[in-house]
């Protein structure tokens, strides 16, 4: 079994889409082995995105991801990091496909409504910055 990071971003938890998230995440195979809600800080958003600190929307994605409460979550399955991308469709949910949870909710490319990890090393690496401490079996 595998896992990966997800968030529900700020934007689908301030329009009521946890729940419905939640469904699909289930629904595709997902077991949530952690999951918590939280209100990133600047500096935790700047940290988690990183690797995106030199590109023009860094900051509009900083200020998007600590708006308000989002909800942290290690999903498991078989092959969870390419899964998880599939049912969450892409980035830019214009160019998602029909059914999966951007297409679903996201808005536009900055308020895409979910992240998840692009590999099995950021997955560790995610799921350490915020489950540090929790033992995730
Ligand atoms: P995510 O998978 O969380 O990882 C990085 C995020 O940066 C990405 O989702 C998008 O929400 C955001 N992003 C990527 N490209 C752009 C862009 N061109 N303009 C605004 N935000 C972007």
Redesign the pocket.
Known sequence: MEQTFA?I?PDAVADNQIGGILAMTEAAGFKIRAMRMAHLTRKQAEGF?AV?KD???FG??VE??SEGPCVLLCLEREDAVAKWREV?GA??PANAAEGTIRKTFAK?????C???S?SKENAAIELAYFFAGNSLQ
Do not use: C, Q, V
């Open positions: 968030i971003k995105y995106h590109r023009p929307f509009e994605l998007f991801m969450m980035t830019n536009s490319m900055g308020r895409n979910a992240h998840g692009d």
